[in-house]
């Protein structure tokens, strides 16, 4: 009969009835304010991720421990995006649809970000970038702001050929992923080298997926480049510095690294130890003594008993500083406003300078930093699986910008010796 | 079995008319989110099953047809700025051609040997798509959705309504095929294809036509899933799991009779949702395969094998049925 | 690109270092579909699970190759379970379960997958071990040692099995029964059993070659989907049920692929396995030392 074939249908359709159920409204009591937002637990970015979102809990738990905001208890929602573009536009609907948030917080970095910026600007709301580089070239909307230190492309790579200028060089090679923080990074770059007449004798463009890297940093040794650029995710970052240790990127180079995200992740550092020596990278917080400011000793030092608990990255150099200073920005905004809706906060957030732990931050119109603050370190003395030595001046030595600097940079060779 | 034609229809018709009203109503955006993925799967499960089911050949490159439908889309909102139907027809096309392309393979390759062949063909093109800078390449590409058409308030609801008209155009060719005469040619060449070329049945002409029209339902699957997505990278756009995924369902729901791929997508593809939703998005893929396994080991008819059996007692006992 | 004989040279070194490595990983592949005609897609996920049990013990401070070595029993007991369950379910019932075959080891391979990512995440995992990392130095070439281990163990795997299925009398009754089974019934011997000795084999001959992965570079979960094509590349090149055949395509692939890493860039490296592939199947399906 028809009726086990009934049965059947019943059964789908009950649960799709669950479904639609889950989504309906509750009524509104005084209801936490929810922040939603994706963070890579998992996969290639999770060595930061994992410590922004413990700095970011830290700031939900400030910040209710005084009241909470507009009288109200502050509730992150989290889910993990496994570093994966592929997965965020799914997270945010579900953040927007089903949980109902009030306040967005972006994905960490750039390839994950540049999947939810169509969303975000289709339905008109504020999206506190995490890292994302150049997140709002193309789609320009008004509502975005980055947390990071830095503003257009060449203001990412300019103080690593700064650094090269005092090396006396006239070639460059250039190994970028194909992603977007990569190729965005990449554009930048060159034309930076083009400006100071480098000759570019290599330019590679790898598959994200690329594990071996022996052949390409091979090919990079029989170009005889002076400069190597590399723009690099973590796991890759972590497989050219492993490759170039294993098999040598030839006595030509003099400089080499710029654009690698993960070597300024604890546990990264830590596993590479001396391999890092001499390789020069961006970063946005070193303990040198260049850069002492008020606040970053006293937060570093709460973060780290935590984050040691956590077993994750116990330094907090890096994300955990601009994390926090997102959930400070996102507690001036609303505090002042006394407003969750997103046109009020964007306009406040437009025309105010916000006070944070990594400084003061004053946005421009496209909503990256007005004045950049990227610096180049040198990694020297680097000594293996050791990760408190890191907390001292001088195994991260600034080399650029002039501002900055606590000392000169030295070619690769040498500072691996 | 004999085709009666007007129950069809009308239920047909009334699909499509609940899903008008469902997409004009109050219901939680996100339903349509989630229901868009469940249609999508029941037009990538009925088309697999037109070559899988029928004739027997099975096709692992179900996400090669739907990536380049997808892709498909991409160059032609970026070259011509076309409109929804102009890229569905035109995806059709694209991978209707490659559906032709793949039977002709049929020609030397049988069984197992085809399918790994079209597995190949899913790496091929996630490929040449990844270097392709034209769109995106690896880094993929983002896209700001225009206005949804007049009745429907969001993009997405849009989509959902056109992927169930989709689903209802893709049921009923596969009706179709089933019960006219290139559904018996099918089936018969499944079963000995020597045998059924020495009968005179034209074995070539329907296997490429099975490929071509499959190839080419994929491909519709696929053309909305860049304005669904507002953004397309290949890695996620060629991923096995949509070729397994329409495989899992066609043999959970049954891959005799064209309403088998229908109801096992609608589950398999439900399941998932609700999995990602409350538990979740990785468990969702461990559901994927372990509902496979046990239906092929357990029940290798799917659902509609065990209805089947449900209704057989009955019959058994003289009940009027 | 940039061209140079030495360039060239090393591409071709290094192929074939990787091409050794590659056959050691299809080879359980060539007897499990080679020989005893079971589609086995589910090969490339037991071989990275295989990686991840050796990075497991790996944590406990074991050296990845004694690793590999110690899970062969295992993997042949876990070979013999897959192969008896497959047969009594599908290959008794006949034809028409092959489909229903092929479903139900690609059901398998993605359970493995997500039951990995469950376990250890989707992050990528490495072992440490005193041989990697360093190189040795050849004139102007740095040979990276993870892969001469790599290529050693790799022949001496595949000559290892060769030779046992040539000399032995069960390697050669798993060749028979491959051939003839009626007739092998007919001598007295058991096929069933054979056979599942066979995929028990192929199935610890893979655990060594998950081992073997994970010292040539980082696993994760969703690296099966790579092997995939890699795989049944050299098993279908070989030639259904040639050993030596193995290792010949597996050292045409390596090297093709280094070839085109080299000179035309690595993102076109990823389909040269599929390309060969299709390229195969479309003239010489049988392969080049095919039965």
Same mark, same amino acid.
């Given at each position: 009969?028809?009726?086990?074939?009934?049965?059947?249908?019943?059964?789908?359709?009950?649960?799709?009835?669950?479904?639609?159920?889950?989504?309906?409204?509750?009524?509104?009591?005084?209801?936490?304010?929810?922040?939603?937002?994706?963070?890579?637990?998992?996969?290639?970015?999770?060595?930061?991720?994992?410590?922004?979102?413990?700095?970011?809990?830290?700031?939900?738990?400030?910040?209710?421990?005084?009241?909470?905001?507009?009288?109200?208890?502050?509730?992150?929602?989290?889910?993990?995006?496994?570093?994966?573009?592929?997965?965020?536009?799914?997270?945010?609907?579900?953040?927007?649809?089903?949980?109902?948030?009030?306040?967005?917080?972006?994905?960490?970095?750039?390839?994950?970000?540049?999947?939810?910026?169509?969303?975000?600007?289709?339905?008109?709301?504020?999206?506190?970038?995490?890292?994302?580089?150049?997140?709002?070239?193309?789609?320009?909307?008004?509502?975005?702001?980055?947390?990071?230190?830095?503003?257009?492309?060449?203001?990412?790579?300019?103080?690593?050929?700064?650094?090269?200028?005092?090396?006396?060089?006239?070639?460059?090679?250039?190994?970028?992923?194909?992603?977007?923080?990569?190729?965005?990074?990449?554009?930048?770059?060159?034309?930076?080298?083009?400006?100071?007449?480098?000759?570019?004798?290599?330019?590679?463009?790898?598959?994200?997926?690329?594990?071996?890297?022996?052949?390409?940093?091979?090919?990079?040794?029989?170009?005889?480049?002076?400069?190597?650029?590399?723009?690099?995710?973590?796991?890759?970052?972590?497989?050219?510095?492993?490759?170039?240790?294993?098999?040598?990127?030839?006595?030509?180079?003099?400089?080499?690294?710029?654009?690698?995200?993960?070597?300024?992740?604890?546990?990264?550092?830590?596993?590479?130890?001396?391999?890092?020596?001499?390789?020069?990278?961006?970063?946005?917080?070193?303990?040198?003594?260049?850069?002492?400011?008020?606040?970053?000793?006293?937060?570093?030092?709460?973060?780290?008993?935590?984050?040691?608990?956590?077993?994750?990255?116990?330094?907090?150099?890096?994300?955990?500083?601009?994390?926090?200073?997102?959930?400070?920005?996102?507690?001036?905004?609303?505090?002042?406003?006394?407003?969750?809706?997103?046109?009020?906060?964007?306009?406040?957030?437009?025309?105010?300078?916000?006070?944070?732990?990594?400084?003061?931050?004053?946005?421009?119109?496209?909503?990256?930093?007005?004045?950049?603050?990227?610096?180049?370190?040198?990694?020297?003395?680097?000594?293996?699986?050791?990760?408190?030595?890191?907390?001292?001046?001088?195994?991260?030595?600034?080399?650029?910008?002039?501002?900055?600097?606590?000392?000169?940079?030295?070619?690769?060779?040498?500072?691996?010796? | 079995?004999?085709?009666?034609?007007?129950?069809?229809?009308?239920?047909?018709?009334?699909?499509?008319?609940?899903?008008?009203?469902?997409?004009?109503?109050g219901v939680n955006e996100y339903f349509f989110f989630a229901g868009y993925v469940v249609l999508q799967f029941v037009v990538l499960a009925t088309a697999w099953n037109i070559l899988a089911g029928y004739a027997g050949y099975v096709n692992f490159g179900t996400a090669a047809f739907f990536g380049l439908g997808a892709y498909t889309s991409v160059v032609l909102i970026l070259s011509l700025g076309a409109p929804l139907l102009v890229?569905?027809?035109?995806?059709?096309?694209?991978?209707?051609?490659?559906?032709?392309?793949?039977?002709?393979?049929?020609?030397?390759?049988?069984?197992?040997?085809?399918?790994?062949?079209?597995?190949?063909?899913?790496?091929?093109?996630?490929?040449?798509?990844?270097?392709?800078?034209?769109?995106?390449?690896?880094?993929?590409?983002?896209?700001?959705?225009?206005?949804?058409?007049?009745?429907?308030?969001?993009?997405?609801?849009?989509?959902?309504?056109?992927?169930?008209?989709?689903?209802?155009?893709?049921?009923?060719?596969?009706?179709?095929?089933?019960?006219?005469?290139?559904?018996?040619?099918?089936?018969?060449?499944?079963?000995?294809?020597?045998?059924?070329?020495?009968?005179?049945?034209?074995?070539?002409?329907?296997?490429?036509?099975?490929?071509?029209?499959?190839?080419?339902?994929?491909?519709?699957?696929?053309?909305?899933?860049?304005?669904?997505?507002?953004?397309?990278?290949?890695?996620?756009?060629?991923?096995?799991?949509?070729?397994?995924?329409?495989?899992?369902?066609?043999?959970?729901?049954?891959?005799?009779?064209?309403?088998?791929?229908?109801?096992?997508?609608?589950?398999?593809?439900?399941?998932?949702?609700?999995?990602?939703?409350?538990?979740?998005?990785?468990?969702?893929?461990?559901?994927?395969?372990?509902?496979?396994?046990?239906?092929?080991?357990?029940?290798?008819?799917?659902?509609?094998?065990?209805?089947?059996?449900?209704?057989?007692?009955?019959?058994?006992?003289?009940?009027?049925? | 690109?940039?061209?140079?004989?030495?360039?060239?040279?090393?591409?071709?070194?290094?192929?074939?270092?990787?091409?050794?490595?590659?056959?050691?990983?299809?080879?359980?592949?060539?007897?499990?579909?080679?020989?005893?005609?079971?589609?086995?897609?589910?090969?490339?996920?037991?071989?990275?699970?295989?990686?991840?049990?050796?990075?497991?013990?790996?944590?406990?401070?074991?050296?990845?190759?004694?690793?590999?070595?110690?899970?062969?029993?295992?993997?042949?007991?876990?070979?013999?379970?897959?192969?008896?369950?497959?047969?009594?379910?599908?290959?008794?019932?006949?034809?028409?379960?092959?489909?229903?075959?092929?479903?139900?080891?690609?059901?398998?391979?993605?359970?493995?997958?997500?039951?990995?990512? +469950? $376990? %250890? @995440? /989707?992050?990528?995992?490495?072992?440490? !071990?005193?041989?990697?990392?360093? =190189?040795? #130095? &050849?004139?102007?070439?740095?040979?990276?040692?993870?892969?001469? +281990? $790599? %290529? @050693? /163990?790799?022949?001496?795997?595949?000559? !290892?099995?060769?030779?046992?299925? =040539?000399? #032995? &009398?069960?390697?050669?009754?798993?060749?028979?029964?491959?051939?003839?089974?009626?007739?092998?019934?007919?001598?007295?011997?058991?096929?069933?059993?054979?056979?599942?000795?066979?995929?028990?084999?192929?199935?610890?001959?893979?655990?060594?070659?998950?081992?073997?992965?994970?010292?040539?570079?980082?696993?994760?979960?969703?690296?099966?989907?790579?092997?995939?094509?890699?795989?049944?590349?050299?098993?279908?090149?070989?030639?259904?049920?040639?050993?030596?055949?193995?290792?010949?395509?597996?050292?045409?692939?390596?090297?093709?692929?280094?070839?085109?890493?080299?000179?035309?860039?690595?993102?076109?490296?990823?389909?040269?396995?599929?390309?060969?592939?299709?390229?195969?199947?479309?003239?010489?399906?049988?392969?080049?030392?095919?039965?």
């Amino acid at each position: 009969m028809m009726k086990s074939f009934k049965r059947r249908w019943f059964l789908v359709a009950g649960v799709l009835a669950i479904a639609i159920g889950v989504s309906v409204p509750v009524a509104q009591a005084q209801q936490p304010i929810k922040i939603g937002h994706s963070m890579s637990l998992t996969g290639g970015l999770a060595g930061g991720g994992k410590a922004a979102l413990i700095a970011l809990q830290m700031w939900v738990e400030d910040v209710n421990a005084k009241g909470g905001l507009l009288g109200r208890k502050v509730e992150l929602i989290t889910y993990d995006d496994q570093s994966s573009p592929a997965n965020t536009p799914g997270i945010y609907t579900k953040l927007l649809d089903v949980d109902k948030v009030d306040l967005l917080i972006g994905p960490y970095a750039t390839v994950p970000t540049a999947a939810i910026m169509p969303l975000v600007k289709e339905r008109g709301l504020l999206l506190m970038g995490n890292f994302g580089f150049q997140s709002n070239a193309k789609i320009q909307h008004d509502m975005w702001f980055n947390n990071g230190s830095w503003n257009d492309a060449a203001s990412w790579s300019e103080n690593f050929f700064l650094a090269a200028r005092e090396l006396n060089v006239k070639t460059v090679a250039f190994l970028a992923a194909d992603q977007e923080y990569a190729q965005a990074l990449a554009g930048g770059a060159k034309a930076i080298a083009a400006n100071m007449g480098l000759k570019t004798v290599y330019d590679q463009v790898y598959p994200p997926t690329t594990v071996d890297f022996s052949t390409i940093i091979r090919a990079i040794r029989a170009a005889q480049p002076d400069v190597v650029y590399v723009m690099s995710y973590p796991n890759d970052s972590v497989g050219i510095v492993r490759s170039v240790n294993e098999i040598g990127v030839g006595s030509s180079v003099k400089l080499i690294g710029g654009g690698m995200v993960g070597l300024q992740f604890a546990p990264v550092m830590e596993s590479l130890g001396s391999m890092l020596n001499g390789w020069v990278n961006y970063h946005f917080y070193v303990p040198e003594k260049t850069m002492e400011f008020p606040g970053v000793k006293a937060f570093l030092e709460r973060y780290s008993k935590r984050a040691i608990e956590a077993k994750v990255d116990p330094l907090g150099f890096y994300l955990p500083l601009f994390d926090y200073a997102i959930g400070q920005m996102i507690e001036q905004a609303v505090t002042a406003t006394k407003s969750l809706d997103h046109k009020v906060l964007a306009k406040y957030l437009h025309e105010n300078e916000m006070k944070t732990i990594v400084g003061g931050i004053r946005y421009a119109k496209d909503g990256e930093r007005a004045k950049a603050r990227v610096i180049m370190i040198q990694f020297r003395g680097v000594a293996d699986k050791n990760i408190d030595q890191f907390r001292q001046p001088g195994k991260q030595v600034i080399v650029a910008p002039a501002e900055y600097k606590s000392g000169a940079v030295v070619p690769f060779d040498q500072a691996r010796k | 079995m004999r085709l009666r034609g007007s129950p069809f229809w009308i239920g047909a018709a009334a699909t499509v008319v609940l899903a008008a009203i469902l997409s004009l109503s109050g219901v939680n955006e996100y339903f349509f989110f989630a229901g868009y993925v469940v249609l999508q799967f029941v037009v990538l499960a009925t088309a697999w099953n037109i070559l899988a089911g029928y004739a027997g050949y099975v096709n692992f490159g179900t996400a090669a047809f739907f990536g380049l439908g997808a892709y498909t889309s991409v160059v032609l909102i970026l070259s011509l700025g076309a409109p929804l139907l102009v890229q569905i027809a035109a995806a059709a096309a694209v991978t209707g051609l490659l559906g032709f392309g793949t039977g002709l393979l049929t020609l030397r390759l049988r069984g197992i040997f085809f399918s790994i062949a079209t597995v190949a063909i899913i790496y091929i093109a996630e490929t040449l798509m990844m270097n392709w800078r034209y769109v995106g390449g690896a880094t993929g590409l983002q896209f700001l959705r225009p206005l949804p058409m007049v009745p429907f308030e969001t993009y997405t609801r849009m989509l959902f309504f056109v992927m169930a008209v989709l689903a209802v155009i893709a049921v009923s060719i596969a009706r179709y095929v089933e019960s006219s005469w290139i559904g018996r040619g099918l089936r018969a060449l499944r079963d000995t294809e020597e045998a059924a070329e020495c009968n005179g049945v034209p074995t070539l002409r329907l296997k490429l036509f099975a490929c071509t029209v499959s190839g080419a339902l994929m491909g519709m699957a696929g053309a909305p899933l860049p304005m669904y997505l507002s953004f397309l990278e290949p890695a996620s756009s060629f991923s096995l799991n949509y070729s397994v995924v329409a495989l899992a369902g066609a043999i959970i729901g049954g891959t005799s009779h064209w309403v088998g791929p229908a109801i096992g997508a609608i589950l398999l593809a439900s399941v998932q949702q609700i999995v990602t939703v409350t538990i979740s998005s990785e468990i969702n893929v461990l559901v994927v395969g372990v509902l496979l396994v046990v239906f092929v080991v357990a029940a290798p008819e799917g659902i509609i094998g065990l209805v089947k059996k449900l209704r057989r007692p009955r019959a058994a006992a003289g009940n009027p049925s | 690109m940039i061209f140079s004989f030495q360039l060239l040279f090393e591409a071709i070194v290094f192929g074939i270092l990787l091409g050794c490595f590659y056959a050691a990983v299809s080879i359980g592949l060539s007897v499990a579909f080679g020989l005893l005609d079971v589609p086995h897609v589910a090969h490339p996920a037991v071989l990275i699970f295989a990686a991840y049990c050796a990075y497991l013990l790996g944590s406990y401070g074991w050296d990845p190759i004694l690793a590999g070595l110690a899970l062969m029993p295992l993997f042949f007991l876990f070979g013999v379970v897959m192969y008896r369950f497959y047969y009594e379910t599908f290959e008794k019932r006949g034809t028409e379960a092959a489909v229903r075959g092929l479903a139900f080891f690609f059901g398998i391979a993605f359970i493995i997958e997500v039951g990995l990512i +469950l $376990a %250890f @995440g /989707v992050d990528q995992r490495m072992v440490e !071990a005193d041989y990697i990392g360093k =190189s040795l #130095t &050849f004139g102007e070439m740095r040979v990276p040692l993870r892969m001469l +281990l $790599a %290529f @050693g /163990v790799a022949l001496a795997l595949t000559a !290892a099995l060769t030779l046992y299925l =040539s000399k #032995t &009398f069960t390697g050669r009754a798993i060749k028979a029964v491959a051939q003839d089974e009626p007739a092998l019934r007919l001598m007295g011997a058991n096929p069933v059993r054979i056979k599942q000795w066979a995929f028990g084999i192929a199935t610890a001959v893979t655990a060594l070659a998950g081992a073997l992965l994970i010292v040539v570079g980082p696993v994760e979960p969703m690296l099966d989907r790579v092997y995939i094509g890699r795989t049944f590349c050299v098993v279908v090149l070989a030639g259904l049920g040639s050993m030596t055949g193995t290792l010949a395509a597996g050292l045409i692939l390596g090297i093709s692929e280094s070839i085109v890493l080299m000179h035309f860039g690595a993102s076109w490296a990823p389909a040269v396995a599929y390309a060969l592939l299709l390229v195969v199947l479309g003239i010489r399906p049988q392969g080049l030392f095919g039965r």
